[in-house]
C-alpha cells in the first residue's frame, strides 16, 4: 500500500473513523467524529472527506445509513499504514507468564492452555495448531511387539516430540526380527528429516534381506501413515466460542450461524493457519476479510504466527470480525508466540 495514496488529513479521518467503530460497532457519522477528535474543522468538511473515502473504497455505508464503516480495503491501509501496534502492559504479561510459566508435563497440556489464555485475553476465536513434523529430525524409532502380527512404532522426533502408530502384518513376526530391522532403521535413518524418510525411504532399504522384507515391506506400504505429514482435525485447538459469540456482530442468527459452522470445519482452520505460517515466521501474519481464501473467512480477520520447537513449527492465532482491535491483538499474538517457542525451547 502506497501510504501517499492518503493525504494527512484523510489519514487521520480514516483512523479515527475505524477506531470509533471498533470500539463501538456502529456506523460512524462526521458529526461524531468532528466532536470527538476536536479537529478544528466543521461536521461539513469531516462529511466531505468522508465522501471521498467512500469512493476510493476505504469506508462503505451500510443501507441507508448517515454513518460510515471500513471496508476490507480500509482495514488493511490502518493495520499497514496507520496502527500503531501497543505494548502489553507488565500486569498482562504477568497474567500470561504465570498460565503458561508451569511444568506441564506433555506438550498437549501447554497447546490446550494456549489456546484457552489467547481466546480469554482477546475475546477471539483461538486457535492453536500442533507442531509440524515434517522438517523434524529422526532422532530415534522404535518396534514394539503388541501381538504376533500387530506392532507398535514409536517415532521420536529431535525436538522432544513422540509419534506412535499401530501396523497390522500379514503374517506372525519373531523378537529376533523387530531387533534386527529396528537396529537396521535407525542406522539408516536416524539424523533424517521426516519429509527426507518419506521420499528416500524405498530407495534406502532395496538391499534388505529375505528375513528384514516383512517388516520393512509393511513400512514400505504405510509411508503415508507412518511419515506423512498429519493434517487432522485432532491436530489443532480451537477455543472461544463463548467469547466470540458475545460479540455484536453475533447478534445476527446468519451470523452466528456461520461462526459455528466455522469452529466444525477444522481443515479448513488448519489450511489458513499452514499457510499463514508460510509467509514470514518472524512478522505476524494478519488477513482480512475478502484476503482471506475461503469464503467462510469473508466476514473475519485472522491474526496469526508461528512458535517454534527446536527444528519444527506450529501456529497460533485468533480468529475474530474484522472489527477487531487489531492494535492490541497483533502485539498479544506476537508475545504469546515468542513466549509459547521460549518455553518450548
Known amino acids: 500500500m502506497i501510504t501517499s495514496e492518503l493525504n494527512e488529513r484523510e489519514r487521520n479521518i480514516l483512523r479515527y473513523i475505524i477506531q470509533q467503530f471498533i470500539l463501538t460497532a456502529l456506523p460512524v457519522g462526521s458529526r461524531n467524529i468532528a466532536k470527538k477528535y476536536e479537529l478544528g474543522i466543521s461536521p461539513a468538511t469531516v462529511r466531505n472527506i468522508m465522501a471521498d473515502l ?13 454513518g460510515r464503516v471500513p471496508t476490507d480495503k ?3 491501509f490502518y493495520v499497514d499504514s496507520l496502527m500503531d501496534v501497543q505494548h502489553l502492559r507488565n500486569s498482562e504479561k504477568g497474567i500470561i507468564n504465570k498460565e503458561l510459566d508451569k511444568d506441564y508435563i506433555e506438550t498437549d497440556d ?31 524409532l522404535q518396534i514394539i511387539r503388541l501381538s504376533p502380527t500387530r506392532i507398535l512404532i514409536v517415532i521420536s522426533i529431535k525436538s522432544g516430540l513422540v509419534k506412535t502408530i499401530t501396523l497390522e502384518l500379514n503374517s506372525e513376526i519373531k523378537d529376533s526380527q523387530i531387533e534386527l530391522v529396528q ?14 524418510i518419506r521420499t528416500s525411504f524405498e530407495d534406502r532399504f532395496k538391499d534388505i534381506s529375505e528375513f528384514e522384507r516383512p517388516i520393512i515391506r ?31 456482530e453475533f447478534d445476527d442468527p446468519e451470523r452466528f450461524q456461520s461462526i459455528i459452522e466455522l469452529i466444525e470445519d477444522k481443515d479448513v482452520v488448519i489450511h489458513i493457519l499452514e499457510k499463514s505460517g508460510e509467509v514470514d515466521d518472524n512478522k505476524v501474519f494478519i488477513s482480512i476479510g475478502s484476503e482471506n481464501r475461503y469464503q467462510k473467512l469473508n466476514d473475519y480477520s485472522l491474526v496469526s504466527k508461528e512458535y517454534k520447537f527446536g527444528e519444527i513449527s506450529g501456529t497460533l492465532g485468533i480468529i475474530g470480525p474484522k472489527r477487531m482491535e487489531y492494535s492490541k491483538i497483533v502485539a498479544i499474538v506476537d508475545y504469546m508466540a515468542k513466549l509459547l517457542s521460549d518455553i518450548l525451547r
Open 54 to 66: 467512500e469512493e476510493s473504497g476505504f469506508i462503505d455505508h451500510p443501507h441507508t445509513s448517515a
Open 218 to 248: 509393511l513400512f514400505i506400504d504405510s509411508l503415508d501413515k507412518i511419515f506423512k505429514e498429519n493434517r487432522q482435525p485432532e491436530n489443532l485447538v480451537i477455543t472461544g466460542a463463548k467469547n466470540v459469540i458475545k460479540q455484536p
Open 183 to 196: 537396529s537396521l532403521l535407525n542406522e539408516r535413518l536416524c539424523g533424517l528429516t521426516i519429509r527426507e
Open 110 to 140: 501447554l497447546i490446550r492452555i494456549t489456546s484457552n489464555l489467547l481466546s480469554n485475553i482477546t475475546k477471539q476465536l483461538a486457535c492453536v495448531t500442533y507442531p509440524k513434523i515434517d522438517s523434524g529430525l529422526l532422532e530415534k
Open 74 to 76: 480500509g482495514y488493511r
